[in-house]
T-cell receptor
Framework: NAGVTQTPKFQVLKTGQSMTLQCAQDMNHEYMSWYRQDPGMGLRLIHYSVGAGITDQGEVPNGYNVSRSTTEDFPLRLLSAAPSQTSVYFC????????????FGQGTRLTVV | AQKITQTQPGMFVQEKEAVTLDCTYDTSDPSYGLFWYKQPSSGEMIFLIYQGSYDQQNATEGRYSLNFQKARKSANLVISASQLGDSAMYFCAMRELIQGAQKLVFGQGTRLTINP
């Protein structure tokens, strides 16, 4: 079972460059989300989606865009990378009610220089 | 204000001892859920245990149990008979309804080190 597939695993960007982090799940989960993890701050919610065509902002959305054209895919776009976006990014998916675990991708370690 | 508070940045425990990782939370949602995740040095997030706010009994999963004290808004993770492989970061998280949508909020984490 693939679960949540997140790519790439590592990425180095120059300031001002754009890129898309890919996330796909094969569990037919309605709910998908993106988090960033910084030292000492746990995981913070960037954007989330409760179904295809529906997205909303989380705690730290600035500098990021998302879209949800299918149930399976939830890409995260960095429009113009900044050093402050250096972080580890996690994609997660779960049932809409979140009464069971959220499944996480392997994470993407992004460095912006 | 912090919704999830983990007051122990780091803990050191001898192998085979039991360990309790603290987690307190704050919410006005009557139907919330509490999760614990483990993050080893390899970086992946591993689900350990879940407790719903209406669950009458404390959740258990193998060596993991959740000491849920609703009145005190506390959801401590207890690991019995600790093993070297338990060394990792541990995150407490809460699911709550915010502005019409379920969201998962994480604490800052506790780094657990098991000494042989």
């Amino acid at each position: 079972n693939a679960g949540v597939t997140q790519t790439p695993k590592f990425q180095v960007l120059k300031t001002g460059q754009s890129m898309t982090l890919q996330c796909a799940q094969d569990m037919n989960h309605e709910y998908m989300s993106w988090y960033r993890q910084d030292p000492g701050m746990g995981l913070r919610l960037i954007h989330y989606s409760v179904g295809a065509g529906i997205t909303d902002q989380g705690e730290v959305p600035n500098g990021y865009n998302v879209s949800r054209s299918t149930t399976e895919d939830f890409p995260l776009r960095l429009l113009s990378a900044a050093p402050s976006q250096t972080s580890v990014y996690f994609c997660a998916s779960s049932h809409r009610t979140m009464n069971t675990e959220a499944f996480f991708g392997q994470g993407t370690r992004l460095t912006v220089v | 204000a912090q919704k999830i508070t983990q007051t122990q940045p780091g803990m050191f425990v001898q192998e085979k001892e039991a360990v309790t990782l603290d987690c307190t939370y704050d919410t006005s949602d009557p139907s919330y859920g509490l999760f614990w995740y483990k993050q080893p040095s390899s970086g992946e997030m591993i689900f350990l245990i879940y407790q719903g706010s209406y669950d009458q009994q404390n959740a258990t999963e193998g060596r993991y149990s959740l000491n849920f004290q609703k009145a005190r808004k506390s959801a401590n993770l207890v690991i019995s008979a600790s093993q070297l492989g338990d060394s990792a970061m541990y995150f407490c998280a809460m699911r709550e309804l915010i502005q019409g949508a379920q969201k998962l909020v994480f604490g800052q984490g506790t780094r657990l080190t098991i000494n042989p």
